[in-house]
């Protein structure tokens, strides 16, 4: 048994690959692949439309928001949303309120420097720590006077952190959920602007989704690409250019998948257990330890630390014997990192726990 514990790209459900692998030469008696098909033509636009609609009805997408699929991953978007919302203000530059939070929230900051006037309200980095280990209160953020939007990383992919809160602010919320969106129920009219790469949650790399309330469209600046136009995507039903049509396709396929597990709510139960199931493991170990502030852990991105991290490549090697796969922490961090997405079983999560144990058992003095 192979589990993959990928931060992104990362697993799909078994049943979708499976699926697309006996679609691939034929997708229902059309003779041709998905990969072959018009955008334009009946079958692609059927895909395309049953994917938005069970998108929408999974995160109970209210009418006055539109979804988008576009290319360019949530990097693309670090610069798609300052110069598609800098413009809600007369006066330019635009002041565009972050939070920093982590690896994702510094990367989003420097990009939007170039469309706006940046106020970072709050540094995770100021705790004790030095640290992206926590989210400051909010009763503690710098929130400028009138900023166009206040922009956020829900759950920090890299760090291992992830709010378990919204915050209440009088500007529209922006939030980059590329690796929490659909692992928990969100109230969308929370936000008003959620968008993800695809490839953490939701399926291939080349796929990102964006969901923006509709009064926030038609606001881009002059420099703003056609192709990242909000409102010129939104105009043309996401086939302003060519979409990704594959990935889209997958997409749509994790979507009914997501269905008949029992919808986000479900998938939501398993996920607080399947971390509950580590965390506390870690927690108990003498071996491995969690550095992130309890009450803002993540519950798809666990990272941790071997105590003595000479032991390291032989966790990994151990680990990858056993069929539990890219273990490694990121760069930045080092250490673990197990990233636990919707496609990863329980069984997973409790095959590296028994794992993570025997390993610990031959390893104390
Ligand atoms: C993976 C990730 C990104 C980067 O996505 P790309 O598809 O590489 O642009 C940005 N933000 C978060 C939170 C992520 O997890």
Same mark, same amino acid.
């Given at each position: 048994?192979?589990?993959?514990f990928s931060a992104g790209p990362a697993v799909?459900?078994?049943?979708?690959?499976?699926?697309?692998?006996?679609?691939?030469?034929?997708?229902?008696?059309?003779?041709?692949?998905?990969?072959?098909?018009?955008?334009?033509?009946?079958?692609?636009?059927?895909?395309?439309?049953?994917?938005?609609?069970?998108?929408?009805?999974?995160?109970?997408?209210?009418?006055?928001?539109?979804?988008?699929?576009?290319?360019?991953g949530a990097?693309?978007?670090?610069?798609?949303?300052?110069?598609?919302?800098?413009?809600?203000?007369?006066?330019?530059?635009?002041?565009?309120?972050?939070?920093?939070t982590g690896s994702w929230s510094?990367?989003?900051?420097?990009?939007? $420097?170039? &469309? #706006?006037?940046?106020?970072?309200?709050?540094?995770?980095?100021?705790? @004790?720590? /030095?640290?992206?280990?926590? *989210?400051?209160?909010?009763?503690?953020?710098?929130?400028?006077?009138?900023?166009?939007?206040?922009?956020?990383c829900t759950n920090e992919t890299i760090d291992g952190v992830e709010y378990?809160?919204?915050?209440?602010?009088?500007?529209?919320?922006?939030a980059d959920m590329s690796s929490s969106i659909l692992s928990r129920?969100?109230?969308? $009219?929370? &936000? #008003?602007?959620i968008y993800g790469g695809a490839q953490k949650n939701i399926? @291939?790399a /080349?796929?990102?989704i964006? *969901?923006?309330?509709?009064?926030?469209?038609?606001?881009?600046?002059?420099?703003?690409?056609?192709?990242?136009?909000?409102?010129?995507?939104?105009?043309?039903?996401?086939?302003?250019?060519?979409?990704?049509?594959?990935?889209?396709?997958?997409?749509?396929?994790?979507?009914?998948?997501?269905?008949?597990?029992?919808?986000? $709510?479900?998938?939501?139960?398993?996920n607080?257990?399947?971390?509950?199931?580590?965390?506390?493991?870690?927690?108990?170990?003498?071996?491995?330890?969690?550095?992130?502030?309890?009450?803002?852990?993540s519950r798809m991105n666990v990272p941790?630390?071997?105590?003595?991290?000479?032991?390291?490549?032989?966790?990994?090697?151990?680990?990858?014997?056993?069929?539990?796969?890219?273990?490694?922490?990121h760069?930045?961090?080092?250490?673990?990192r197990a990233s636990i997405y919707n496609a990863m079983?329980?069984?997973?999560?409790?095959?590296?726990?028994?794992?993570?144990?025997?390993?610990?058992?031959?390893?104390?003095?």
């Open positions: 048994m192979i589990y993959n799909l459900p078994k049943e979708v690959l499976q699926q697309a692998a006996a679609e691939m030469l034929d997708w229902h008696g059309s003779g041709m692949s998905v990969m072959e098909m018009s955008h334009r033509g009946a079958e692609f636009m059927s895909i395309l439309a049953d994917a938005q609609h069970n998108l929408r009805e999974l995160l109970a997408v209210p009418d006055n928001y539109k979804i988008l699929f576009m290319q360019g990097i693309a978007q670090n610069a798609i949303v300052p110069m598609n919302l800098a413009g809600v203000k007369t006066e330019q530059p635009a002041t565009l309120d972050y939070v920093c510094v990367k989003s900051i420097k990009e939007a $420097a170039k &469309y #706006g006037r940046v106020q970072v309200v709050a540094d995770a980095r100021n705790h @004790p720590s /030095g640290k992206f280990c926590s *989210i400051p209160v909010p009763d503690s953020w710098q929130l400028s006077a009138d900023a166009a939007y206040l922009h956020l378990h809160f919204v915050p209440r602010v009088n500007v529209p919320i922006v129920q969100i109230n969308v $009219a929370d &936000y #008003g602007v399926g @291939p /080349g796929l990102t964006v *969901i923006v309330r509709e009064d926030l469209l038609g606001h881009a600046l002059p420099c703003c690409p056609s192709a990242f136009n909000w409102k010129t995507v939104a105009d043309n039903d996401s086939m302003f250019n060519t979409p990704p049509t594959y990935a889209i396709y997958i997409a749509g396929l994790v979507f009914q998948w997501i269905k008949r597990q029992g919808g986000v $709510a479900a998938l939501e139960k398993i607080i257990a399947k971390a509950a199931l580590l965390y506390d493991y870690i927690d108990g170990s003498t071996l491995y330890e969690n550095r992130i502030q309890k009450d803002c852990r941790f630390f071997l105590r003595d991290e000479s032991l390291n490549a032989a966790f990994l090697s151990a680990a990858k014997v056993l069929g539990l796969l890219q273990l490694k922490g760069s930045s961090v080092g250490g673990m079983p329980i069984e997973g999560v409790q095959a590296l726990v028994n794992f993570m144990h025997e390993f610990q058992q031959q390893h104390s003095r």
